[in-house]
């Protein structure tokens, strides 16, 4: 048995329960959650925005020690700190062999069903199936993951600050670093700068750009984004396109990162990217789309490139953010703006919310 806030209708409070946790199968391991981040996407799943089944333990952004392994797993042990990912890439299809584990049909299924990779939950309720968000499910004390789920790091990084590696620093600097391919020298614009958007913002200095805009309408984000790397910064406006404009000799950004998520800010995107530039998305939701193409795109030979999860592959990037971090390249301790008990994580989703903040983090 574990305790775990439980979604079982879109747009309902969270209940806090006691749900049966099945013994590890071949393969995974069991891990006692410390801290879990709140994601925009865990809120959009609460609000209905966007479609998941349910009964549902949402959650996706953890950290936490490992406390049992299944058969077959060698590479971690009870004691271990680990950081939780959704993409356990299978490491032998089509795309895992070209390097592009990000794309791996294994870890779909996951994000897609919200089960493990066969399609099986290993948390129950009254003997149904409870979901695991993204085939995790952290907003749980403990929950069992596929060992591939769960990236050993050391012990002395700050628990609160590791959980949010696994999606809003992997997804925001990856977006800048891997998917942008930002280059010294370039000028970048971050639209949107939230828990993602921030690190974004850190891949491009840290990729040496030399001009990073950063976009976004609360204050104390675009204060933070300052503090991370961002040499300007811009109220989101109508207007906004020209002044990076302005800001860029009339030639617009070499890569814009959107991360908002919003069809009017993903039209600005493409828009303040220069002739030949690209613009990756990050944040779009379903029903956005892309206005003029010819226009806007195809004669200016823009390049729109999608962004999943920073186009990252895990076992390389997760423990490459981490010596950054302790090298003081790399923020972490920063983004964490508010922390939680696992008793108010209705709170922390709240305050995700209300975008405040850079994350909010739930600490058992």
Known sequence: MTEAALLERAGSALRITEITLADPRPGEVVVEVRATGVC?????????????????????????????????????????????????????????????????????????????SDGSTRMSLDGAPVRQFCGLGSFSQRTVVPAGAAIKIPDDIPIASAALLGCGVLTGFGAAVHTGDVRVGDTVAVVGCGGVGLNAVQGARIAGATTIIAIDVHDDRLALASELGATHTLTASPDVVKQVQALTGRRGADVVIEVAGRQETVQQAIAMARRGGTTVLVGAAPGVGIDEVFGNVVMAGKTVKGCLYGSAHIRRDIPRLVELYRSGTLHLDQLVTETFPFSDIAKAVDYCAAEQGARAVVLA
Request: hydrophobic share 40%.
């Open 40 to 116: 925009q996407s865990d809120v959009g799943v609460f609000t209905g925005k966007l479609p998941a089944p349910v009964p549902l333990v949402l959650g996706h952004e953890g950290a936490g020690v490992v406390v049992e392994v299944g058969d077959d797993v060698e590479d971690l042990q009870p004691g271990d700190h680990v950081v939780l990912s959704w993409l356990a890439s299978c490491g032998s299809c089509f795309y895992c062999q070209r390097a592009e584990q990000h794309l791996c049909g294994r870890p779909r299924t996951m994000l897609g069903a919200h089960t493990m």
